[in-house]
């Protein structure tokens, strides 16, 4: 296992179209995170997965994104009807957690998603 | 959610030592600070992670008080391919739920 794997690493949509985004964490971890990116402002949380349950999602993840992992491994991520300010690097990430203590998150490259 | 505050930018030069200094007042008893490296277009990756007093890695060092309302990661002689952002969170066994923040645009100058 080489890590965290996404797809695509870019993507560009027209507005309005639905999105989906696939990450691949490292197997054993149980723990899955998505984080969105925009240019010069560090990572912001979405959404975490503690196996196939989701158990918190952030404010910025509105109605029209939804994350699942249906069997604990891979997770997706569904922007609907994308809109311009969807653009943005979508990240996620894995870990470990063990006894409530959580090893280090491995990141994955990441999808760019442009909205024309 | 404890809040962290650094350094927008630092700059140096190949061979020092640099230390970003990250601010975290709220820090909770079970929270752990660790701190992230990110290259353009990749992902942040993991550093250094601590709880209180010294932790020292191959890459890196991090230096934490006893009051743990703060924290310095060390670079020991920085290269130019250190040039990156470098990143402090605090977390505690929820995971990664705090916001990154805007992070410390190190510039490593020949």
């Known amino acids: 296992d080489t890590g965290v794997s996404q797809d695509p690493r870019h993507k560009i949509t027209k507005r309005g179209q639905n999105v989906t985004f696939r990450c691949d964490p490292i197997?054993?971890?149980?723990?899955l995170y998505w984080y969105r990116q925009t240019l010069g402002q560090g990572p912001e949380f979405l959404t975490y997965f503690q196996n196939e349950a989701q158990l918190e999602k952030s404010r910025l993840l509105s109605d029209r994104f939804s994350a699942e992992r249906p069997k604990g491994s891979f997770s997706t991520l569904e922007i609907q009807r994308t809109e311009q300010g969807d653009s943005a690097m979508y990240l996620c990430a894995s870990s470990l957690s063990t006894g409530g203590r959580n090893t280090e998150a491995f990141f994955g490259q990441g999808t760019r998603l442009t909205v024309v | 959610l404890a809040k962290t505050t650094q350094p927008i930018s630092m700059d140096s030069y190949e061979g020092q030592e640099v230390n970003i200094t990250c601010s975290h007042n709220n820090i909770a008893t079970n929270d752990y600070i660790t701190w992230y490296q990110q290259f353009p277009s990749q992902g942040p990756r993991f550093i250094i992670q601590g709880y209180k007093t010294k932790v020292t890695n191959e890459v890196a060092s991090l230096f934490i008080p006893a009051d743990r309302k703060s924290s310095t990661l060390s670079l020991p002689r920085v290269s130019l391919s250190d040039t990156a952002v470098y990143y402090c969170l605090v977390e505690g066994t929820g995971g990664f739920k705090t916001i990154f923040g805007a992070g410390t645009r190190l510039f490593v100058k020949a």
């Open positions: 197997s054993e971890h149980n723990r």
